[in-house]
């Protein structure tokens, strides 16, 4: 039987950044894009059928955030994440980034320190400086082809008393590692320890695979709720981001006038109405898309690791366990960041993420994107081995 996420859907003159921007990005224009973190594939139906909806009714005036969807969210942090949550603890916000600066502005002022933990997404490091804050980086350990904290090395970058928050990015991208609840609860005890707020981008925890479980870590302890914002969205989950929609869990009211008094600053008002109904829809009918979503994509991951073990071992896989995106250890061919860059680019015609772009430990890595037609993975596969090989 036919799978639909086999499907190839032409995106290209749709204004997808990550198929109609590519010559932008990379200054070339035939090279499979495999790079920007989102799907290939179509929303739910029921998301579908709720946009449709809003579309059809004909007046798109103002429009809130109505208490059906605050509920699909709480429903959703219960049910996937063992999270309860009350509704009134949710602030909106039109990505994960923007409320990565909110937090920011929140907390921080002016030459304060802001801890992250590379190699990590880009916009971790982009929004500290942009905001003139001081990045105090706590490098993860690479040992066994898995990422792992260093909590000696934590302690000390939470200690100085102009360090006022810490950037969690659970699961981790571009690793992939979904965090233990041990490793978890040691960051919070260390935040607790130095008085740091904690501001966990959870983006990706919807597509933790088992055996793996995501924790979000202010459902461990009330004590750890009480400094942390969880941000969260349903657009890596269900591939909404252009509707850019996503919320903020905040448990301690202090935290949230603080946050809501600087969206107010931004002029935020409300979520754009499409992007509300999308949000809605997906939390509450979209968990059988999901799981099967889930297992295709570790179909892919298992292809990808199988495939450059056996054709290109000068190459090694770090399986994700919790997102759709593949991280590959380039450094054994000895090759530069701007070398292996336009090897791949030039010789393979494919497009990845670089991994310098992730700052420290980033350097040698290339960041694949596998959440898309196992077709298109496997001509991705080929292209890199003509680039390592050719």
């Not at 959870?202 to 933790?208: C, P």
């Not at 202010?218 to 969880?230: G, H, L, N, Y």
């Not at 993420?353 to 001509?379: H, L, T, W």
Request: net charge negative; aromatic share 8%.
């Amino acid at each position: 039987m036919d799978n639909h996420l086999d499907r190839v859907i032409n995106r290209v003159g749709t204004g997808a950044v990550k198929w109609d921007n590519v010559k932008d990005v990379f200054g070339v224009e035939d090279a499979l894009p495999m790079w920007v973190a989102d799907m290939d594939f179509a929303a739910p139906e029921a998301v579908r059928k709720a946009l449709i909806e809003q579309a059809e009714h004909g007046v798109y005036g103002y429009t809130g955030i109505p208490a059906s969807t605050k509920e699909a969210i709480q429903a959703w942090m219960k049910k996937r994440h063992g999270y309860d949550i009350d509704t009134k603890w949710l602030l909106f916000n039109h990505g994960v980034v923007p409320s990565l600066g909110t937090a920011i502005q929140a907390f921080t002022k002016k030459g304060d320190g802001v801890v992250v933990q590379s190699p990590v997404y880009t916009p971790f490091f982009e929004m500290v400086e942009r905001n003139e804050r001081t990045v105090i980086n706590n490098q993860l350990i690479l040992r066994d082809n898995h990422y792992y904290i260093d909590f000696e090395d934590l302690d000390e970058k939470l200690s100085p008393d102009h360090v006022k928050l810490f950037l969690l990015c659970s699961p981790h991208n571009p690793g992939g590692r979904v965090w233990t609840k041990e490793e978890l609860t040691k960051m919070a005890e260390l935040c607790l320890k130095h008085n740091v707020i904690i501001m966990s981008d959870d983006i990706h925890s919807d597509l933790t695979a088992a055996p793996h479980i995501h924790t979000p870590i202010a459902a461990i302890k009330e004590e750890f709720a009480d400094i942390t914002v969880t941000s969260i969205a349903p657009s890596k989950t269900f591939n909404l981001a252009g509707l850019q929609a996503s919320a903020m869990i905040v448990a301690n009211e202090k935290l949230r006038v603080k946050l809501s008094k600087v969206l107010a600053q931004h002029g935020f008002f409300t979520l754009n109405m499409m992007g509300t109904a999308a949000m809605e829809a997906a939390y509450r009918e979209g968990e059988a898309w999901l799981d099967e979503t889930i297992q295709y994509i570790r179909s892919n991951c298992r292809l990808v690791e199988d495939f450059i073990s056996e054709e290109i071992p000068e190459l090694t896989v770090m399986n994700p366990q919790g997102s759709y995106l593949v991280w590959i250890d380039c450094r054994k061919l000895g090759l530069s960041d701007e070398e292996l860059m336009k090897k791949i680019l030039h010789e393979g015609k494919l497009a990845l993420g670089q991994g310098s772009k992730y700052r420290a430990g980033g350097e040698g890595f290339m960041r694949m994107n596998v959440a898309c037609p196992r077709s298109i993975v496997e001509d991705g596969l080929n292209r890199l081995k003509k680039a390592i090989q050719g």
